[in-house]
């Protein structure tokens, strides 16, 4: 049995950790008063209370305490910080404004989603790959997404994810591990793509590509192996694709790319990356027909139950702007956001590289995922803070597999990209007798 919540690439530090003053999993017991006969949910109890982001967080509030008036710069976050485009946000305004009227109030909506983004998702994202509008499910963002699926999948279910990755569960302080979960090993040695011969059998296989932490996209052929051991296994893949629009050397944008996948795969993707929609909120899972239980019963049945029983449906205002961001104004808009975000990466990326670094990721995603040989990455995280007054995220905040390594974002601002690099550069040039790897070192994508 596992109870497992799965955070995706989508949920990685949704906002600027300053503006977490204390996460509400830090706390002491304190008993006050008389106590219910109500017990605690046992799940619950599982759930690891220093989670990697409010204990970053921690940290930076203790920093800015320490340094109050340094500029901090943020390179572990993964929300995104340059406005939306005009276009799609008239667009939103224009729908916002018809509510005030009789002619264009709207209440309650389809809670799968507004027939016609559900149309134009398939159209868009799918429209050679036989996704139809009934199987794609709107919603309020991947990460919700994320835990309705695993409403739908119960606690029985067996569990791998890729390693480094983002799950919380029944925590294992000497392995560093959660339990009753099967990990994936990805990292240089293999391409950054599990080996699935060592792989055992599992329910469901989580699998984020382009993947965050370690920014790696996974190839056609990689892909066709997952989904020919998914189908070997009578196994289900959970797809994350929230970070496709950032792929752009042809490697697969959806698993449904690959011959056979909508007999073993569910996608769930979003527009908080591709639109810069994380506040706005807006995201969709497909759930192909030809995807069924043992015996037989379509899962999408099943997961259209969960939606229409525990959902509204997502904002009509935010499903409009979800419309513009498909029109062909929106998508020429988004994509020259999403190249500004991909010339941040270039400029960290080749910084890095400068100094010697080994940096992977990078050139399909907005994460760069960087190795300090040697080194506890909680300690190069603290040092890089102290003298630098840089965040950027430990790698075995991600788990086992990333000891050694920062993630480092290229999401923000191009004035605070270039202010990070000459920080950088100036702490590596003159810490090099604390990191003796830094002369052998190369940078490998």
Same mark, same amino acid.
């Given at each position: 049995?596992?109870?497992?919540?799965?955070?995706?690439?989508?949920?990685?530090?949704?906002?600027?950790?300053?503006?977490?003053?204390?996460?509400?999993?830090?706390?002491?017991?304190?008993?006050?008063?008389?106590?219910?006969?109500?017990?605690?949910?046992?799940?619950?109890?599982?759930?690891?209370?220093?989670?990697?982001?409010?204990?970053?967080?921690?940290?930076?509030?203790?920093?800015?305490?320490?340094?109050?008036?340094?500029?901090?710069?943020?390179?572990?976050?993964?929300?995104?910080?340059?406005?939306?485009?005009?276009?799609?946000?008239?667009?939103?305004?224009?729908?916002?404004?018809?509510?005030?009227?009789?002619?264009?109030?709207?209440?309650?909506?389809?809670?799968?989603?507004?027939?016609?983004?559900?149309?134009?998702?398939?159209?868009?994202?799918?429209?050679?790959?036989?996704?139809?509008?009934?199987?794609?499910?709107?919603?309020?963002?991947?990460?919700?997404?994320?835990?309705?699926?695993?409403?739908?999948?119960?606690?029985?279910?067996? +569990?791998?994810?890729?390693? %480094?990755?983002? /799950? &919380? $569960?029944?925590?294992?302080?000497?392995?560093?591990?959660? #339990?009753? @979960?099967?990990?994936?090993?990805?990292?240089?040695?293999?391409?950054?793509?599990?080996?699935?011969?060592?792989?055992?059998?599992?329910?469901? +296989?989580?699998?984020?590509? %382009?993947?965050? /932490? &370690? $920014?790696?996209?996974?190839?056609?052929?990689?892909?066709? #192996?997952? @989904?020919?051991?998914?189908?070997?296994?009578?196994?289900?893949?959970?797809?994350?694709?929230?970070?496709?629009?950032?792929?752009?050397?042809?490697?697969?944008?959806?698993?449904?790319?690959?011959?056979?996948?909508?007999?073993?795969?569910?996608?769930?993707?979003?527009?908080?990356?591709?639109?810069?929609?994380?506040?706005?909120?807006?995201?969709?899972?497909?759930?192909?027909?030809?995807?069924?239980?043992?015996?037989?019963?379509?899962?999408?049945?099943?997961?259209?139950?969960?939606?229409?029983?525990?959902?509204?449906?997502?904002?009509?205002?935010?499903?409009?702007?979800?419309?513009?961001?498909?029109?062909?104004?929106?998508?020429?808009?988004?994509?020259?956001?999403?190249?500004?975000?991909?010339?941040?990466?270039?400029?960290?990326?080749?910084?890095?590289?400068?100094?010697?670094?080994?940096?992977?990721?990078?050139?399909?995603?907005?994460?760069?995922?960087?190795?300090?040989?040697?080194?506890?990455?909680?300690?190069?995280?603290?040092?890089?803070?102290?003298?630098?007054?840089?965040?950027?995220?430990?790698?075995?905040?991600?788990?086992?597999?990333?000891?050694?390594?920062?993630?480092?974002?290229?999401?923000?601002?191009?004035?605070?990209?270039?202010?990070?690099?000459?920080?950088?550069?100036?702490?590596?040039?003159?810490?090099?007798?604390?990191?003796?790897?830094?002369?052998?070192?190369?940078?490998?994508?």
């Amino acid at each position: 049995m596992v109870s497992l919540t799965f955070f995706s690439s989508a949920s990685s530090l949704s906002s600027s950790p300053s503006k977490i003053v204390k996460s509400s999993l830090d706390f002491e017991l304190k008993k006050l008063g008389g106590c219910t006969k109500l017990v605690r949910n046992v799940n619950l109890e599982k759930l690891k209370n220093n989670y990697l982001f409010p204990e970053i967080s921690r940290r930076e509030l203790e920093h800015v305490k320490k340094h109050p008036n340094v500029q901090l710069i943020s390179l572990g976050t993964g929300d995104t910080t340059e406005p939306i485009p005009k276009q799609i946000t008239s667009d939103m305004s224009n729908f916002a404004h018809a509510l005030s009227t009789v002619e264009g109030y709207r209440g309650y909506g389809l809670e799968q989603g507004d027939k016609v983004l559900r149309k134009a998702i398939a159209d868009t994202f799918y429209g050679h790959l036989r996704v139809k509008s009934n199987e794609v499910f709107v919603s309020d963002g991947a990460q919700s997404d994320i835990s309705r699926i695993q409403l739908l999948l119960g606690s029985g279910v067996t +569990i791998a994810v890729q390693d %480094p990755t983002f /799950p &919380t $569960g029944n925590f294992h302080e000497a392995t560093k591990k959660y #339990q009753n @979960v099967v990990y994936m090993p990805c990292g240089p040695q293999n391409s950054f793509f599990p080996d699935l011969s060592k792989t055992p059998r599992t329910d469901v +296989i989580f699998f984020c590509s %382009p993947n965050n /932490p &370690t $920014g790696y996209v996974a190839s056609k052929r990689q892909l066709h #192996q997952l @989904v020919e051991f998914a189908k070997t296994n009578g196994s289900i893949i959970i797809f994350d694709s929230a970070y496709a629009a950032f792929i752009e050397d042809g490697s697969p944008r959806s698993i449904y790319e690959i011959s056979g996948a909508r007999e073993v795969a569910i996608e769930i993707s979003s527009f908080s990356k591709f639109a810069g929609f994380t506040g706005v909120r807006l995201g969709w899972t497909i759930i192909p027909d030809e995807l069924l239980y043992s015996n037989g019963f379509p899962i999408i049945n099943d997961f259209h139950r969960i939606v229409t029983t525990s959902f509204d449906g997502a904002s009509n205002i935010a499903q409009a702007g979800g419309l513009a961001c498909l029109s062909p104004v929106g998508l020429k808009e988004i994509r020259s956001v999403i190249n500004y975000y991909k010339e941040n990466r270039k400029i960290l990326m080749e910084t890095l590289a400068s100094l010697g670094l080994t940096v992977y990721g990078g050139i399909n995603a907005p994460y760069l995922w960087v190795h300090f040989k040697g080194s506890k990455s909680w300690d190069v995280f603290a040092e890089i803070l102290e003298k630098t007054h840089i965040i950027t995220v430990p790698g075995s905040g991600f788990g086992p597999g990333g000891e050694e390594y920062l993630r480092i974002s290229g999401f923000g601002r191009r004035d605070d990209m270039v202010e990070a690099s000459r920080r950088l550069r100036s702490f590596f040039n003159t810490r090099t007798k604390h990191f003796p790897f830094l002369s052998s070192a190369s940078n490998t994508n």
